[in-house]
């Protein structure tokens, strides 16, 4: 079945620094990849997929994300921060029938 | 703007005091979720809906139920909470049955949330 681990449960961060956020999956299967954002007491919010082609997915708020097949990967990256991005990250991925969660990465960007 | 609106945000109720929480959506999508998602935890999908067709997860107690009675509104009742249900809870929609193909079926659109209290 298809999964993925969030490897940081936590990542402080200075602001205008550049952040990344790890993610691996495990499949044998075509792979789904989805990171979304909550900000604290919201519902989650779409911030890139990744169904097929272009290794490299582009997402909202200046975020993007690489799939990375040898590695499992599909780590999240954010060149400079704000404190506007201080949420809660979280790695997902389609099994069979569900979407399903990593365990989250808390951000916490600082001035 | 086409969204999914959830009702009340905000819930507290009492121990053992039947609780409904609500879910419309304008997408005209055909799947509707609801997720359990207990403090710093990860969402926990609890069943979901196909058009009319009820899915519930294996580990869904029984205390929860859920209606949908047309494509617009889907419900999720708590027949006897428990302080262990206070979580927030979240409905979310797809345009088409995850694993069908194409990134309509693939992408959830969620609501903002129903945080549960429970006294």
């Known amino acids: 079945a298809q999964s993925v681990t969030q490897l940081d449960s936590q990542v402080p961060v200075f602001e205008e620094a550049p952040v990344e956020l790890r993610c691996n999956y495990s499949?044998?299967?075509?792979?789904?990849l989805f990171w979304y954002v909550q900000y604290p007491n919201q519902g989650l919010q779409l911030l890139l997929k990744?169904?097929?082609?272009?290794?490299l997915v582009k997402g909202i708020n200046g975020f993007e994300a690489e799939f990375n097949k040898s590695q499992t990967s599909f780590h999240l990256r954010k060149p400079s921060v704000h404190i506007s991005d201080t949420a809660e990250y979280f790695c997902?991925?389609?099994?069979?029938?569900?979407?399903?969660f990593g365990a989250g990465t808390t951000v916490t960007v600082r001035a | 703007d086409a969204m999914v609106i959830q009702n009340p945000r905000y819930q507290v109720t009492q121990f053992g005091k039947p609780v409904t929480l609500s879910c419309s959506q304008t997408l005209n999508h055909n799947v509707m979720y609801w997720y359990q998602q207990k403090s710093s935890q990860a969402p926990k999908l609890l069943f979901h809906?196909?058009?009319?067709?009820?899915?519930n997860e294996a580990d869904t107690p029984d205390n929860f139920q859920s209606r949908r009675p047309n494509t617009s509104f889907c419900f999720l009742d708590i027949r006897s909470p428990g302080l262990g249900d206070a979580a927030m809870y979240l409905c979310?929609?797809?345009?088409?049955?995850?694993?069908?193909?194409?990134?309509?079926?693939?992408?959830?659109?969620f609501g903002a949330g129903s945080r549960l209290t429970v006294l």
């Open positions: 990744y169904l097929s082609g272009s290794t």
């Open positions: 809906y196909y058009d009319k067709d009820f899915n």
């Open positions: 979310a929609t797809s345009r088409a049955r995850i694993g069908t193909g194409g990134s309509g079926a693939n992408v959830l659109t």
């Open positions: 997902a991925s389609t099994n069979d029938y569900k979407l399903s």
């Open positions: 499949s044998s299967v075509s792979v789904y």
